[in-house]
């Protein structure tokens, strides 16, 4: 053994001073700034990594939060009273539920519409026909639903009248014949208008249309049905009782009002009827976002590995380029664990990099995605804040071999491997 490298071996053996933190921190920028082509690549595998995560767990919550806010629009709000037929031999009774019930109904506290609806299975094909001479080949007959309605049904079904008008208590109360066509029942019938009072005919009796609707968003089968005042039903085509009661309510009311609707529509035999109220909203936003978030995560973690294999490769390289700088620092008196901080201090900081670039791709993703659908962004601050903390811990864990090889190096070595 020569003379320099018993001098070399005993300087190694000599206890190295401590290094000032901010020391190993310039050594460390300045290793990744020295390539700053290959420092890019290598962050780009988090970056993809991080912004995979964040888009989609930032899109996830949005779109949860969009489905159980449709979720609480529609059907968290609505209850639904079933109301059995009555017994045989029961009729002369007189009614379970009243046609008056509803307005019992809609004094509560809670509901905002309330509306009775009374079918069968002798009015559900019913052939209607827009006018009463039948000549060979006409198709102006449709087999169409007959149903009976309160004068409260558009609200209740979230419909809107796209032509005339419903008939109201007036109607009711003098038995008019008239009818309200569901728009596709319209369209099925070719009636466009109602000004000029047009009329329909179903079994052997006409009727005047003087109503549309339309948008039906609940029950909408509706929308194919012919509607007829609840008096007109009972005297013409024998629909006398109650066969369901549709309840909107406002947010948080529905459990409420369903409890009590059935003491108001019929009080003492509240149990005879059959309630469907909304189920629980927490437990449908927690699955709506589970659901989604379970979906695609998978996704993001695959970036991640293949970022953190991106960077101990790339370090594991950078290693083997600088064995003669790391001879040259542990032969002036650089510890082990000096020169393995150094090398894990770059893959950290090129995880972190990569996790700030990422968090903020993914969440200009997220918030482009949401004004995009007309949506109302959902961002956590804790994934915002973690996603740059998971990045440097990918640049952590990545770096571990390559420094641990690094540190391993004996001075002598290292310099007498060629550069």
């Not at 082509?37 to 939060?65: D, H, M, Q």
Request: charged share 15%; hydrophobic share 50%; proline share 5%.
């Amino acid at each position: 053994m020569s003379v320099v490298e018993r001098e070399l071996e005993a300087t190694a053996r000599v206890e190295r001073p401590w290094m000032d933190p901010r020391d190993l921190w310039t050594e460390a920028l300045a290793g990744v700034l020295a390539r700053p082509v290959r420092s890019a690549l290598t962050t780009l595998g988090t970056v993809l990594g991080i912004t995979t995560l964040v888009i989609t767990i930032g899109v996830a919550s949005t779109a949860g939060n969009q489905i159980v806010g449709r979720f609480d629009a529609l059907t968290a709000t609505s209850v639904t009273v079933t109301v059995p037929e009555p017994l045989p031999g029961a009729e002369d009774a007189g009614p379970l539920v009243p046609w008056s019930g509803t307005d019992a109904v809609a004094r509560l506290a809670g509901v905002e519409s309330v509306a009775a609806l009374a079918d069968s299975d002798a009015t559900d094909s019913v052939l209607v026909r827009a006018n009463d001479v039948s000549a060979p080949g006409d198709l102006s007959g449709q087999t169409l639903a007959v149903v009976a309605a309160s004068a409260g049904l558009p609200a209740a079904v979230h419909g809107r009248m796209t032509a005339g008008r419903f008939y109201d208590a007036g109607d009711i109360a003098r038995r008019d014949h008239v009818v309200v066509l569901g728009d596709q029942a319209a369209q099925l019938l070719g009636i466009k208008r109602v000004e000029d009072a047009p009329a329909v005919f179903f079994r052997g009796q006409s009727y005047t249309v003087i109503g549309i609707l339309g948008g039906i968003r609940r029950e909408a089968r509706l929308s194919t049905a012919v509607l007829v005042p609840p008096t007109t039903a009972a005297d013409r085509i024998g629909l006398r009782n109650i066969t369901r009661v549709l309840v909107n309510t406002a947010l948080g009311a529905a459990k409420q009002v369903a409890r009590q609707a059935p003491i108001a529509l019929a009080p003492g035999h509240q149990d005879s009827l059959a309630v469907v109220a909304p189920p629980d909203l927490s437990k449908a936003r927690a699955g709506v976002r589970n659901d989604a978030n379970s979906l695609f995560l998978v996704l993001g973690l695959v970036s991640l590995v293949v970022g953190a294999i991106g960077i101990a490769n790339v370090t594991l390289v950078t290693v083997m380029e600088r064995i003669g700088e790391i001879g040259l620092r542990r032969s002036l008196g650089a510890s082990r664990r000096q020169v393995a901080g150094q090398f894990l201090l770059e893959s950290t900081t090129i995880g972190l990099l990569g996790g700030v670039v990422g968090a903020a791709l993914g969440i200009a993703v997220v918030v482009c995605v949401a004004v995009f659908k007309e949506w109302t962004p959902v961002l956590d601050l804790r994934l915002a804040l973690g996603a740059p903390l998971a990045g440097a811990l990918v640049g952590l864990l990545a770096g571990l071999y390559p420094s641990l090889r690094a540190a391993r190096m004996e001075p002598v070595d290292a310099l007498r491997a060629p550069s």
